[in-house]
């Protein structure tokens, strides 16, 4: 199983940035995928999620309204769109499969998003 993700980078308060997640070795169409971000010093956390067919999504409430899941079952690609970046999105994020609980063990080494002036 392998996740990569990336698309990070140095962005402005306010600004947007779109991340891929590009997802192999297992059925990635049949199971539901979330982003995690994790900030220095601080736990990781859910950040949101979708079920596997695209029909639902859930948020964050710190990010409820400025990012957006998606996902491409034919290219095994999980998306966030974050809008209206703030400097607290500061983390670097992670996707996997599952929801509250991540389902594999093994992560991808993430993608560091800096929203600074």
């Known amino acids: 199983v392998t996740f990569v993700e990336p698309g990070g980078g140095l962005v402005q308060p306010g600004g947007p940035l779109r991340l891929p997640c590009a997802a192999s070795?297992?059925?990635?169409?049949?199971?539901?995928m979330s982003w995690y971000r994790q900030a220095p010093g601080k736990e990781r956390k859910l950040v949101a999620h979708?079920?596997?067919?695209?029909?639902?999504?859930n948020y964050d409430d710190s990010v409820k309204g400025r990012f957006t899941i998606s996902r491409d079952n034919a290219k095994n690609t999980v998306y966030l769109q974050m809008n209206s970046l703030k400097p607290e999105d500061t983390a670097a994020y992670y996707c996997?499969?599952?929801?509250?609980?991540?389902?594999?063990?093994?992560w991808g080494q993430g993608t560091q998003v800096t929203v600074s002036s």
């Open positions: 996997n499969a599952g929801y509250w609980i991540p389902i594999m063990p093994s």
């Open positions: 070795g297992f059925t990635f169409s049949n199971l539901d």
């Open positions: 979708i079920n596997s067919n695209g029909g639902s999504t």
